[in-house]
């Protein structure tokens, strides 16, 4: 059993190191084009921010 859980434990961290890897650049580069003039909160952006905070 132990062994088991370490063995999934390890692979679950690889796996989200990989895709942490993967995806920080892709967001990071169209954080970028936004630009800091449209981050405002609007839209549906405001919507999920409003909803998220009332679910607390």
Do not use: D, H
């Not at 890897?21 to 999920?48: D, H, T, W, Y």
């Amino acid at each position: 059993m132990f062994a088991n859980t370490t063995e999934f434990l390890t692979t679950m961290l690889r796996i989200g190191l990989v895709s942490t890897l993967f995806i920080a650049p892709v967001a990071g580069f169209a954080a970028n084009q936004i630009g800091s003039e449209r981050a405002g909160m609007k839209g549906a952006g405001f919507v999920l921010y409003v909803s998220l905070q009332r679910n607390r």
